[in-house]
């Protein structure tokens, strides 16, 4: 059998770098519309534990792909966990960055452009409470990556510093036995 090709083959660099943005825009316009369609026929509360249930299993598949595809290994510490957080789709369209704390034994990540609640505010809707949803989301790929990782929240909207969104820090334990 012989292998179809698609548009995809015959692109430019600057054409696939455009196509993948493209791509992680139409992930997250589709989380959202489903979260939206989940808010509007359950209400806030249940849209929300489906959304933290549904990350809970995204994590873990996400993380899993991204170590496997870009050769990260398995419990590297926070220098792994810092790469594979950066090839996640958010990075394409999110203006992200790291800081490196306490010489280098604890990681921070702030998400500095979040589409998700530019989408919210531009339909003049409030911003959406994700501290619960992404303690899941980040502590779930944070531990795929290294079990020893731990997470705090450092601040989510709406109870964000004004013109910030999402902060995160990251640690390492020892294993357990050590």
Known sequence: MQESKTPF????REELLRALEMFAKNWLAHDGC??????????????????????????VTEANRIM????????????????ALGLRQYSLINAQRF?????????????DVCRAQQARRHKGLPDFSCKRVGIVEFETFARTVDPRIQ???????PNAPDGMYCGWEFTTSPDKGE
């Open 34 to 59: 489903w979260f939206l369609a989940a808010e509007e026929r359950l209400g806030m509360e249940t849209a929300i534990q489906l959304d933290a249930a549904a990350w809970r299993r995204f994590a």
């Open 151 to 157: 997470t705090r929240c450092l601040h989510c909207p």
């Open 99 to 111: 800081e490196w704390c306490d010489d280098g034994t604890r990681l921070q990540f702030f998400m």
């Open 9 to 12: 083959h015959s692109m430019t």
């Open 68 to 83: 496997t595809t870009f050769g990260i290994p398995v419990s590297g510490g926070l220098q792994a966990l810092e790469k």
